[in-house]
Structure formats: C-alpha cells, structure tokens
C-alpha cells in the first residue's frame, strides 16, 4: 500500500538553528499537508499546500516556517531559527482531494536544545 | 472558535468487549469526518471515514454513526483486541475550514487481557 514517508525520523538540534523536515507524499495525490504534535497533545494543523502554493496556514505557521515542493515527489518544511517550543513530532500527510482520506507520515520527532 | 472534541480522555475496556468512543464537534458545516488510531510514536493511521450525508458507515469490527442533530459521532470497536489499545481522534472537514482537517482531543483505550 502507498505510504507517506518522512526522513529522519528524529532530528535534534539548537536553539537558533535551521531545519528542513522532509516528505515524500503518496504519488498521486494533490494535497499536502504538516501537522505537528506536542507530547501529550492533539494534532494541530500547520499548513496546508495545493497547486504549488499554499492553501491555508494557521497561526502557529508564522514567519519563521515556510513549505517547499522543490521537484514531483519531495515536501519539505523549513523552520528557518528554531526555539524551544518548536520541539514536538511533526508529521506530512497528503490526500487526493480536499475531502477525502488523510494519509499521515510516520513523523519526525524535533528536539530543539 | 470551531472546535472538535471528545467527551472522554480514557476508556478502559476487558478484551473481548465492544468499545465506544464518542466525538462531539460544534461546526454545524462539518460535512467529513475520519477516525484516526495513533499508537505510541507512530503517525495517525486512518480506521474509517463518514460524510455528512450518511448516519452510520460499517468496516472490520468498526462502525461509525453520525447523528447531525446533536452533532456527535461515535466510533464501536467490536469484540476489542488488545491491539486495539491506542490513542483514538475524531477529525473534521467542512467547507469552512477549507482543506485542514480539525482534530479533536484523543481518547486513551485500554484493552486488558
């Protein structure tokens, strides 16, 4: 069965510093999407992306986030100086269309020191 | 603001016994809706979805009802297995929210032996 995949799994890093969180969606499918998840907590939504923009943001997706589909398969999130409160498991899911399934990634655990 | 959430945040059942997990959501747009089963360090794993214009859809040893009226929807695990034992999230759609899917708190089932 396709599945999302994510790469690494888990990424430690310092304050201040820069990180790329990547993604490759389910071929076929047209949106994308990051979610994150602190420990303990509910999956909130980061961005959604169709038609190599982005769709909708909510407000945790400030300034220092940005998404990327720099070819036909890869998805990356971006988080240009990273602070404490960014540590969480981020995930990428993709779906077909806009009310269909949601296909999650296994998640990349950010630890940010 | 729009939310989804869920009545309870554990539910302990003996193996063997049918569960329920209840979701109540306050967008009366909502019009998708997906049951997700996350276990520990793992991504969301879709178990079943249901539209807006169905009040029960059946799978394997799951069914989801919908009643639009109350604006509840509920996920029965028949005959639970402790496999069964995962974090469960009820999730949303609707024209409003555009793409994101909402998600709602997550319910602790406990299946023992």
């Known amino acids: 069965e396709p599945e999302v995949t994510q790469t690494p799994s888990h990424q430690v890093t310092q304050m201040g510093q820069e990180v790329i969180l990547r993604c490759v969606p389910i071929?076929?499918?047209?949106?994308f999407y990051w979610y994150r998840q602190i420990l303990g907590q509910k999956v909130e939504f980061l961005v959604s992306?169709?038609?190599?923009?982005?769709?909708?943001k909510s407000e945790i997706f400030d300034d220092q986030f940005s998404v990327e589909r720099p070819d036909g398969s890869n998805f990356t999130l971006k988080i240009r100086s990273t602070k404490l409160e960014d540590s969480a498991m981020y995930f990428c899911?993709?779906?077909?269309?806009?009310?269909?399934?949601?296909?999650f990634g296994s998640g990349t655990q950010l630890s940010v020191l | 603001g729009e939310s989804v959430g869920l009545h309870l945040p554990t539910l302990s059942v003996q193996e063997g016994d049918n569960s329920i997990i209840n979701c109540a959501y306050s967008n009366s747009a909502s019009d998708y809706f997906i049951w997700y089963k996350q276990e520990s360090g793992k991504g969301p794993q879709f178990i079943i979805d249901i539209r807006s214009n169905m009040d029960k859809r059946q799978g394997q040893r799951v069914t989801v009802l919908l009643n639009k009226t109350v604006k509840h929807l509920s996920l029965q695990i028949a005959a639970t297995q402790p496999g069964d034992s995962a974090v469960y999230f009820c999730?949303?759609?609707?024209?409003?929210?555009?793409?994101?899917?909402?998600f709602g708190e997550g319910t602790q089932l406990t299946v023992n032996p």
């Open positions: 899911a993709s779906r077909l269309y806009w009310s269909e399934k949601l296909f």
């Open positions: 992306f169709y038609n190599n923009e982005i769709s909708e």
């Open positions: 999730a949303e759609n609707s024209q409003t929210s555009g793409s994101r899917l909402t």
């Open positions: 071929s076929n499918h047209l949106y």
